[in-house]
């Protein structure tokens, strides 16, 4: 299976672990938006596409990169790192999986844990999270990968 990752990492390296771990499982590269390549995407068995959540939202690079894709086909997966729960009335990876089965993928699931994070006001005490992704966040998505390899249907 050729399996490729794009992944916007941008504050403590959070989102890059958790990628790294898919990435070991499925045999993917890992790419930046600005390093992807849509051609290297639509010869993919199965793509990727994480990010850390900045206001509720994942990383514009990674939006932008999605939006600017032709339409295609093929399995997809998303996969977020956040310091703050999600709350109601939605996932934080949801508008994403919208966009990319607007794009005409079909998207097998998504992933989210907790992570690190720094964000005012929380850098006033140090960060909340200050260990995660810990190993057992690590764990689930490397279990969570191993179902996209395995085909098993759809997970989240």
Same mark, same amino acid.
């Given at each position: 299976?050729?399996?490729?990752?794009?992944?916007?990492?941008?504050?403590?390296?959070?989102?890059?672990?958790?990628?790294?771990?898919?990435?070991?499982?499925?045999?993917?590269?890992?790419?930046?938006?600005?390093?992807?390549?849509?051609?290297?995407?639509?010869?993919?068995? &199965?793509?990727?596409?994480?990010? $850390?959540? %900045?206001? @509720?939202? =994942?990383?514009?690079? /990674?939006? +932008?990169?999605?939006?600017?894709?032709?339409?295609?086909?093929?399995?997809?997966?998303?996969?977020?790192?956040?310091? &703050?729960?999600?709350?109601?009335? $939605?996932? %934080?990876? @949801?508008? =994403?999986?919208?966009? /990319?089965? +607007?794009?005409?993928?079909?998207?097998?699931?998504?992933?989210?844990?907790?992570?690190?994070?720094?964000?005012?006001?929380?850098?006033?005490?140090?960060?909340?999270?200050?260990? @995660?992704?810990?190993?057992?966040? /690590?764990?689930?998505?490397?279990?969570?990968?191993?179902?996209?390899?395995?085909?098993?249907?759809?997970?989240?």
């Amino acid at each position: 299976m050729k399996a490729v990752i794009v992944c916007a990492s941008v504050s403590h390296g959070n989102t890059r672990r958790v990628a790294d771990t898919m990435a070991r499982v499925l045999g993917a590269e890992v790419v930046s938006p600005e390093e992807a390549d849509p051609v290297q995407l639509g010869a993919a068995d &199965l793509a990727g596409f994480g990010s $850390g959540v %900045f206001h @509720r939202r =994942l990383h514009p690079s /990674l939006t +932008g990169f999605v939006e600017a894709l032709p339409a295609g086909r093929g399995r997809a997966f998303v996969f977020a790192t956040s310091g &703050l729960p999600e709350l109601p009335p $939605g996932s %934080f990876t @949801r508008p =994403l999986v919208r966009l /990319l089965q +607007g794009k005409g993928f079909e998207v097998e699931g998504s992933f989210s844990c907790r992570a690190f994070d720094t964000w005012m006001p929380f850098r006033l005490v140090g960060g909340i999270n200050k260990r @995660r992704p810990d190993a057992r966040d /690590l764990a689930a998505a490397q279990a969570f990968a191993e179902q996209l390899r395995e085909g098993r249907g759809p997970v989240s």
